[in-house]
């Protein structure tokens, strides 16, 4: 019911339904039908990756950190639920060097791939964490629930997510065989 719009200048804007906050906007309608641009993002940086959920939306900055803004993704982790449509900072359990290089959303959980080592290309390993609901084992964890943020131990080089799934590409690249329409490499 939103979408977000990165620009090459790395400001965002926002359009659709904010009945959650989840355009990042303050402004009092609902419905944003044109675009405007996010301004609660901090002054100065420049937004990478942008991804959207069901009533939520975050922004993955330069310096690696993830700001989010909305409702349902229940989590101490995200920001409080709908109490205010501003972007604010994720709290991560990683420390720099380390940073997140993806970011994906579903309905109402996300993927967020980090890089352990400091801005080197090659050699610093990737890991895969998730954020959000489980219940249909969205994040690839063994418990159906609603979960903190939890790492999962695979290398991921990339990640999707859709209302409730999720996808993420080995660093390996994935030659692995396909069951049943599943690629278990990713």
Known sequence: NHALALLADGTVWAAGHNGGGELGLLVANWIVSEFMQVTSLPRGTRAVKIATGKLASMALLEDGTVWATGCN????????????????????????????????????????????????????????????????????????ALTSLSQNQQPASNSAAGAASAAAT?????????????????
């Not at 080995?170 to 990713?186: L, M, T, Y």
């Open 170 to 186: 080995s660093a390996g690249g994935g030659d692995e065989e396909e069951e049943d329409g599943v690629d278990e490499s990713r």
């Open 73 to 144: 993704l229940p989590n101490r982790s995200w920001p409080d639920p709908c109490d205010s449509p501003i972007y604010r900072q994720l709290a991560l359990p990683w420390q720099p060097p380390a940073r997140c290089v993806q970011i994906a959303m579903g309905g109402q959980h996300a993927l967020l791939v980090v890089k352990s080592g400091g801005n080197s290309v090659d050699g610093d390993p990737l890991s895969l964490w998730g954020v959000g609901d489980n219940s249909k084992g969205q994040l690839g964890l063994e418990e159906p």
